[in-house]
């Protein structure tokens, strides 16, 4: 077996075994004494009949998944030929010998088959290229290896995503994740899977970088995050934080079967990077879902009807991507919480896919009057910082919380992004009725309550105007 070379699948259809097996059978049929027979000896034991040395290539089923050695009708052919020079008899080739479609398109490792000793050898090797056509089928989205994976209710679905700067791919502002547990829930019995109850979910926002880096094609919204307590981490710890949610869920590496945890995310490759990047150690048998992939992938079969632009009207194109926020009014789901937050994403791409597996999933609403807060060490040591749920901006001074700053119906974003997008200016009034002031680099933070007003050229001048009252802070500028 050390001796081998490349070659292309086309024309490696038949499962080797079912070539000695459909003769076997066609001996039976016709009544043929081959054990009478001069080449009889071939056709003993499957053992001997590998002595004919069978060059074969190593493939999985396109529809079945399962891994086959076979071989060419061309071979069959020459064992034909052989019998007919040696010992001038003439077999047919039989018509039942099981043909595989053949999943792999790329060049293939060719093998010679002389004894059973290298048959038993390359046989053991069959759980590791139908593990790895797996990967490959469920990573394009293959609609049957999708819901065969979620069918078996024993994996642990993950969902990721990163946000990150514009400007520098690796400076990353949040990281989100979601999970559910499949093989837990069915043990009690708990199935089909609560999102609000069933998700392990987290949000983690780099406090380097909060409110400085902001993206302007496509902005972030880091403290709008809806189904639990953000927590602001320094960049150095997000690597640690991330490496311990995922082995938490993972089970050991092999290279024949899957791994209990399946990754998720929408457009997941640049998330994929990111984890590369920070070193993340993955196992190599975790399967990853794209759940773009896998909706083109229904579209493309006609499993998701005649769809239509909400925009531009227009039939949606074969082969075309929709965005998460697409897919999720695809699956008929008004998101309740604001996309583009690492938590949010990763939430919603995983209701996503369980809204397809499970079109009976309701959709989960966070509850609007819970005043979650980001964590930090900040927070802890007394330090003021700006914590924002829903679009509901407090302010902590001392660990003591005072009155509402500032307060956003459709929760969009970060003060920051809220005051560029609704246009307020110095002495405005905010929703709440408090008269504020904005600061030149437009926080919405008052002095020495955190947020971007640090930055500040003027810290002195700028703090000028504010009290302190029973309500909080409040202007006084003329």
């Known amino acids: 077996m050390a001796d081998f070379r490349l070659v292309n699948p086309e024309g490696w259809e038949y499962d080797l075994q079912s070539v000695y097996s459909a003769y076997i059978g066609h001996f039976q049929l016709h009544n043929v004494p081959w054990y009478d027979r001069t080449w009889g000896q071939f056709f003993e034991t499957f053992e001997q009949f590998l002595g004919f040395s069978w060059p074969v290539i190593t493939v999985t089923d396109s529809w079945t998944g399962r891994a086959h050695i076979v071989t060419r009708l061309t071979t069959v052919g020459a064992f034909i030929k052989m019998i007919k020079t040696r010992f001038g008899e003439t077999l047919p080739t039989p018509d039942n010998m099981l043909k595989v479609a053949h999943f792999e398109t790329s060049q293939r490792h060719l093998r010679n088959v002389a004894d059973w000793a290298t048959y038993k050898k390359l046989y053991t090797t069959l759980p590791a290229v139908a593990l790895a056509a797996f990967k490959t089928r469920v990573r394009a989205g293959e609609p049957k290896a999708v819901r065969e994976l979620w069918a078996k209710r024993d994996k642990t679905f993950l969902a990721i995503d990163f946000e990150w700067s514009e400007r520098n791919p690796a400076t990353f502002l949040e990281w989100g994740y979601a999970a559910v547990r499949c093989g837990h829930l069915e ?142 009014h695809s699956l008929g789901i008004d998101p309740p919480c604001a996309l583009h937050n690492a938590g949010n994403d990763a939430f919603m791409c995983l209701l996503a896919l369980q809204k397809i597996m499970e079109p009976g999933t309701a959709t989960p609403m966070p509850d609007p009057d819970a005043r979650r807060k980001p964590k930090s060490a900040c927070l802890a040591m007394g330090a003021s910082m700006p914590v924002a749920f829903m679009g509901h901006l407090t302010v902590e001074d001392g660990g003591r919380s005072m009155s509402g700053y500032f307060k956003s119906p459709g929760g969009l974003g970060s003060p920051r992004i809220r005051e560029r997008e609704r246009g307020l200016v110095d002495g405005g009034m905010d929703e709440m009725g408090m008269v504020r002031r904005v600061s030149k680099y437009r926080s919405a933070s008052p002095p020495g309550t955190g947020g971007s007003w640090k930055d500040d050229k003027d810290t002195d001048r700028e703090k000028e105007g504010w009290v302190r009252s029973a309500k909080g802070l409040r202007s006084v500028t003329k």
């Open 187 to 328: 043990a009690v019995g708990a199935w089909p899977p609560m999102p609000e109850s069933n998700y392990r979910k987290g949000h983690y926002i780099i406090g380097d970088y909060v409110d400085k880096i902001v993206n302007k094609h496509c902005p972030t919204y880091p403290w709008q995050y809806a189904w639990g307590d953000s927590q602001i981490i320094p960049k150095t710890k997000l690597p640690q934080i991330v490496q311990s949610v995922i082995s938490s869920l993972v089970s050991p590496d092999a290279e024949t079967t899957a791994n209990s945890l399946v990754l998720v995310g929408h457009g997941v490759s640049s998330d994929i990077q990111r984890l590369e990047e920070t070193k993340i150690k993955i196992p190599h048998n975790v399967l990853i879902i794209d759940t773009a992939s896998f909706e083109r992938a229904l579209f493309n079969a006609g499993e998701r009807g005649t769809m239509h632009d909400p925009k531009t009207g227009k039939l949606r194109a074969q082969g075309s991507t929709l965005s998460l926020g697409g897919l999720l």
